[in-house]
């Protein structure tokens, strides 16, 4: 499996930016995908999943925020993340397991299989 993000950049507090995962090589038309963040310093944190049926969980500190959505036919995963803060600074990765899960969660980063390269994302107050 092979992800590649896209769409970070430097946007001020309360803008927008819509990041992009672009997935292949999946073994069945099931998979979950989360987008994890990490900023200098700190822990990889978990921001949201969501998988090929369309179901979605997030993290605390983006509900109400950020929306997770697909393109099945794109093979494309995208997080718009509207109201951005200056916390929300940091690089974003999206993650990957190849199957289904029983339940949507948000799981630990150890529980994705298939990781991307990254993609900064900056909020200037």
Not at 15 to 34: H, K, M, N, P, Q
Not at 46 to 74: M, Q, W
Not at 83 to 96: F, G, H, R, S
Request: hydrophobic residues 35%; aromatic residues 10%; contains cysteine.
């Amino acid at each position: 499996v092979h992800l590649v993000e896209s769409g970070g950049g430097l946007v001020q507090a309360g803008g927008s930016l819509r990041l992009s995962c672009a997935a292949s090589g999946f073994t069945t038309s099931d998979y979950v995908i989360a987008w994890f963040r990490q900023a200098p310093g700190k822990e990889r944190e978990g921001v949201s999943c969501i998988d090929s049926a369309g179901r979605t969980d997030y993290g605390d500190s983006v509900k109400g925020r950020f929306t997770a959505s697909s393109d099945n036919a794109k093979n494309t995963v995208y997080l718009q993340m509207n109201n951005l803060k200056p916390e929300d600074t940091a690089v974003y990765y999206c993650a990957a397991i190849d199957g289904v899960m029983l339940t949507m969660t948000l799981l630990p980063d150890g529980e994705y299989d298939y990781w991307g390269q990254g993609t900064q994302v900056t909020v200037s107050s």
